[in-house]
DNA sequence: CGACGCATTGATTGGATTCAACTAAGGTGG
DNA sequence: CCACCTTAGTTGAATCCAATCAATGCGTCG
């Protein structure tokens, strides 16, 4: 697997070369692991690196006040923490593996240097990122204005989609190393009125899920409860 | 006013020496007027040109089978309506003009022929679209962990703090050509709900509102009602 | 003037939260 | 190997914030 994620996930918007593919390779050679629950990136901070999830699951988040978190994106294997930080200087947010990680830490310089000699690859990695502020609305769309039952689905229906992009899905089977809590401050609500929306999911022979697995037993029906439509992850290939 | 809202908005990132000044005047000669109400683009265009606002309010909302709207973003004089369009190719969500706007009309081959050859104005511009992105994922904690009274607060500190950066606030009075419907819809709540929250933020005298206009009257105390920080904006200068 | 958009108010309902207890599973150490 | 502890998941009852349904006020514009 490697670094494999971020090649898939690359090669879905630009035709990649074996050079460019080398590139990304040696790019990430630097690879370290993070515990589960560990920061991989803290609130304020100014990072020098820029870094990229190779294996395991982590999430941004943000917490409140009054100690209330709001996860605002999940990060899968071929996801960047903070390809933007080298421009934005600080974190305006947290970066928490939820399971153990590989990390690949990148020196900006080294990235800054790829990025001006080669084209394609920047176009490919500034869609990525496009990508997930297009996600990101998706998220505003569902906190906003779909009930718990709605939103959950349309959660699943992401992780499944995303996830299916690095092949990691084999019969609509998937790992969902996601906590019930994780799950709430993702969406919004509170662990309670997650397990019992879930239960109703499970009741509706939507899904099966737990013990760190998700089974899709009817992806469209799924797709129906949350509303979900593919087309805002941009999948289509354009550069050539 | 005319593009001035550009000049200032990516003066705050970067140092522009009259060149750039010229280069982006230069870019935004082409304005067209747009009605209120009207789409300056619609879910799933594939526009040949990039828009920007340099008069008026608009909004990006996306509409749900129920016929219910999510407002995900208020774009005001100097904001960019779709930089990422040339990588995305399409349209994943509508934009509204809320009020008559003037929207400058770019053609994409001028924007990607200055982008490659002014690295200042490059970083900028991307500037402000990761800042549109932290913006974004502020609006998820908003819908997803605030309740309406400190949402709304929130909604109206963020929408202070970016007009101050255009030059269009006084004395902490600004226009605010926003209906409550339009504010529910951003906000993931009901129009009545506005109402009544919005004369709970009067009586407690943060605010006075009405008629198209917003007077902030206790600035410090709107701010802790919405838990804002506005470092999430990044209004530092870093580029020289 | 009548019609329409927008703001306001009241009464009622309901989805989700809160608080609390309890079960199941997994890991650790004596 | 079992006692203990922790973490995750489940269930129930009461409460509450916001939604819903409905009506009214009010200013503006054709």
């Known amino acids: 697997m490697g670094d494999n994620a971020l090649l898939l996930r690359l090669g879905l918007f630009a035709d990649l070369d074996d050079e460019d593919r080398a590139e990304l390779t040696q790019l990430c050679r630097n690879v370290r692991a993070i515990p589960a629950k560990r920061d991989i990136e803290s609130d304020g901070d100014r990072p020098e690196q820029v870094h990229l999830i190779t294996q395991g699951w982590a999430a941004r988040y943000k917490l409140l006040p009054d100690g209330s978190r709001q996860i605002m994106a999940f990060l899968i294997p071929g996801d960047f923490c903070d390809l933007h930080v080298a421009v934005l200087g600080r974190m305006d947010h947290g970066i928490v593996a939820l399971t153990p990680c590989n990390v690949a830490f990148i020196d900006s310089a080294e990235m800054d240097a790829l990025m001006s000699k080669n084209n394609r690859l920047t176009r490919a990695m500034w869609w990525g990122t ?111």
Chains 1, 2 share one sequence.
């Open 130 to 240: 496009l990508v997930d502020e297009a996600v990101l609305r998706q998220w505003v769309v569902n906190v906003g204005r779909r009930d718990a039952y709605a939103r959950i689905a349309h959660v699943l229906c992401e992780l499944h989609a995303r996830m299916q992009l690095v092949d990691l899905v084999t019969e609509d089977q998937l790992a969902l190393p996601l906590t019930q809590d994780e799950l709430a401050d993702a969406t919004g609500l509170t662990p309670v009125h997650v397990n019992r929306t879930l239960q109703r999911l499970r009741a509706d022979n939507l899904i099966e899920i737990g013990s760190g697995r998700l089974n899709v037993l009817d992806i469209g029906r799924l797709k129906e409860a949350g509303g979900f439509d593919a087309s805002y992850l941009h999948i289509q290939r354009r550069v050539h």
